[in-house]
């Protein structure tokens, strides 16, 4: 099975920017579709963007778009999200996810991390 493993949370006041990295185990990351997902407290998960298995393609939720940009490089089997303009909306756990190139499209995935603490301070 796949292994992901986020990092980079932490604490950042509002306007802010920081950085998400997720490593992913294995020699086949170049096969997989990424997202990142965030879930606040009494809040379900939602979607916060994707990126294709060769990186040409990317999606991003409607509330995060022209503020975060996801990338990956495969040299290093690490998928990012570039989080700038941070919000206080924006706090939650944020979650790394793998998946097979549908999964870029349908928006689900087979594979999770433990997900990393992000809180955006007024």
């Known amino acids: 099975q796949v292994q992901l493993v986020e990092s980079g949370g932490g604490l950042v006041q509002a306007g802010g920017s920081l950085r998400l990295s997720c490593a992913v185990s294995?020699?086949?990351?170049?096969?997989?579709?990424m997202g990142w997902f965030r879930q606040a407290p009494g809040k379900e998960r939602e979607f916060v963007a994707a990126i294709s298995r060769t990186g040409g393609g990317t999606r991003y939720a409607d509330s995060v778009k022209g503020r975060f940009t996801i990338s990956r490089d495969n040299a290093k089997n690490t998928v990012y999200v570039q989080m700038n303009s941070l919000k206080t909306e924006d706090t939650a756990v944020y979650y790394c996810?793998?998946?097979?190139?549908?999964?870029?499209?349908?928006?689900?995935?087979?594979?999770w991390g433990q997900g990393t603490q992000v809180t955006v301070s007024p």
């Open positions: 996810a793998a998946g097979d190139g549908s999964s870029y499209y349908s928006g689900r995935y087979d594979d």
């Open positions: 294995g020699r086949t990351f170049r096969s997989y579709a």
